[in-house]
Each structure stands twice: as structure tokens, then as C-alpha cells.
């Protein structure tokens, strides 16, 4: 059984900072490339950061300079550290395994973690 818990959200002034984790279990964390995603409320979901099973990462531009994703494969872990956040961060927080084998691709999704900042 495939397990995403996210944790590490919560209420933070403007300027401030958290940090995001997403544990996985069930699958092989190392050879998935790990996303984190966004909802704000009304808005579709969007992708934020992303990182590579060879850790390569790339970054939507409104969060570039600001976020950094990180994985611990030996902890089956993918962070997301937020910085300078702003209030159009507010949002629900998601990370997602994903894996290509054979032109075939199986991705998983958490239930999510709320940031709130507030102005």
C-alpha cells in the first residue's frame, strides 16, 4: 500500500519560512522523481517544484529563488523549504511519487498539508 504523509504546514506571517516534508512508503522512493504541488482556493492545482530520482530540480517561476526541494532517500523524505513567503503562497500542499517505466507512468498523490500566510 502506497503512502504520501505530508506535514509541516501551518499559519506564517509574510517573510516567513517553513519547511515541508513528505514521507512515502510502498514504493521504491529513489527511482521516482518527487513533485510538490498547490491549490489556493478557486485555483487549479499547480505544480511548484519538482525534483528527479537523479536530483535534478526545476521550479514554477513565482516560487524560484524562494523554495528549494530536497529528497533523503535513506528517509524515503522529500522536502519543500519556503522562504520569504508571501500570501499568495496560501494554499493546500501536495506531493506526488511519480515513475516512468516502459512508457508507462504510475504517480501517487498525499492528502495534502495547508500553508497560511498571512500579510
Known amino acids: 500500500q502506497v503512502q504520501l504523509v505530508e506535514s509541516g504546514g501551518g499559519l506564517v506571517q509574510a517573510g516567513g519560512s517553513l519547511r515541508l516534508s513528505c514521507a512515502a512508503s510502498?514504493?521504491?522512493?529513489?527511482?521516482?522523481?518527487m513533485n510538490w504541488y498547490r491549490q489556493a482556493p478557486g485555483k487549479q492545482r499547480e505544480l511548484v517544484a519538482r525534483?528527479?530520482?537523479?536530483?535534478?530540480?526545476n521550479y514554477a517561476d513565482s516560487v524560484k529563488g524562494r523554495f528549494t526541494i530536497s529528497r533523503d532517500n535513506a528517509k524515503n523524505t522529500v522536502y519543500l523549504q519556503m522562504n520569504s513567503l508571501k500570501p499568495e503562497d496560501t494554499a493546500d500542499y501536495y506531493c506526488k511519487s511519480e515513475r516512468t517505466t516502459g512508457g508507462v507512468t504510475r504517480s501517487y498523490w498525499g492528502r495534502g498539508t495547508q500553508v497560511t500566510v498571512s500579510p
Open positions: 510502498g514504493i521504491i522512493f529513489s527511482i521516482n522523481a
Open positions: 525534483i528527479t530520482s537523479g536530483g535534478s530540480t
